[in-house]
């Protein structure tokens, strides 16, 4: 196996592990879910209710969606009695997984030959 395929190998392996978050975040009502979060500028977390109303989802599809996106690791639930409040992960390692997998796949196709004949 050539150092090439060795790192594509690799490439693809890294990918598998980032499969969750690219998941999550492809999804375009989950995209608008976050958006609407962090426009809320709620440091200390919001609720299903407070995302409902500024999303066209229902309750249901807002917590399914918030689900998706805590089994990703991008959100963390905070609970008070029986409140729960969602925010974003600051430790996220899902975040950190995906980024060195993006830097990866970069560096691999700066290495490709261009095929188009047209340079850069």
Same mark, same amino acid.
Not at 2 to 13: K, M, N, T
């Given at each position: 196996m050539?150092?090439?395929?060795?790192?594509?190998?690799?490439?693809?392996?890294e990918f598998e592990r980032c499969r969750r978050i690219l998941l999550a975040l492809g999804d375009e009502n989950r995209q608008h879910l976050i958006l609407e979060m962090m426009r809320m500028n709620e440091c200390?977390?919001? =609720?299903? #209710?407070a995302i409902t109303e500024k999303t066209h989802?229902?309750?249901?599809a807002v917590s399914h969606h918030?689900?998706?996106l805590k089994d990703a690791g991008l959100?963390?639930?905070? =609970?008070? #009695?029986t409140k729960n409040y969602y925010y974003f992960d600051a430790d996220a390692q899902a975040m950190d997984q995906l980024l060195q997998m993006l830097t990866h796949a970069k560096v691999i196709m700066e290495q490709l030959p261009d095929r188009s004949g047209n340079g850069r």
């Open positions: 050539s150092d090439h395929q060795r790192e594509i190998a690799g490439l693809a392996e200390g977390g919001v =609720r299903v #209710g989802l229902s309750r249901p918030i689900q998706i959100l963390k639930v905070r =609970r008070e #009695g």
